[in-house]
């Protein structure tokens, strides 16, 4: 079993940054595959980054260049640091986990999801 809680949404104009946080509960000793997925409203919800417990990370094409995930493994923290932000970054974001063998941008390999933080970006 897991938990995870993220923080750190907000509004923000055109080009500017965020920081989300994801932080892992667990009472297991699982190593973790973590993500971001997002969801726009009236859109299906889509993967934005994926990170394997030894720091290899995937990113959607939307977002390479802008976006960076990161993982602090003693603080079981994830972060999603987000830069250049256009209007249509926005959307509420999720963080996901699970303990399966690949770590990718499927949404459906992910068992345990946080609750959202929404993300607003102004023109």
């Known amino acids: 079993q897991a938990h995870l809680e993220e923080s750190g949404g907000g509004s923000v104009q055109s080009g500017g940054a965020l920081r989300l946080s994801c932080v892992l509960s667990?009472?297991?000793?699982?190593?973790?595959?973590m993500a971001w997925f997002r969801q726009a409203p009236g859109k299906e919800r889509e993967g934005v980054a994926s990170?394997?417990?030894?720091?290899?990370?995937k990113y959607d094409d939307s977002v390479k260049g802008r976006f960076t995930i990161s993982l602090d493994n003693v603080k079981s923290t994830m972060y999603l640091q987000m830069r250049g932000l256009k209007p249509e970054d926005t959307a509420m974001y999720y963080c996901?986990?699970?303990?399966?063998?690949?770590?990718?941008?499927?949404?459906?390999?992910?068992?345990?999801w946080g609750q959202g933080t929404q993300v607003t970006v102004s023109s």
């Open positions: 667990t009472s297991t000793s699982s190593n973790y595959c």
């Open positions: 996901a986990a699970h303990s399966h063998w690949s770590c990718g941008l499927g949404e459906n390999d992910y068992d345990y």
């Open positions: 990170i394997d417990f030894d720091g290899s990370s």
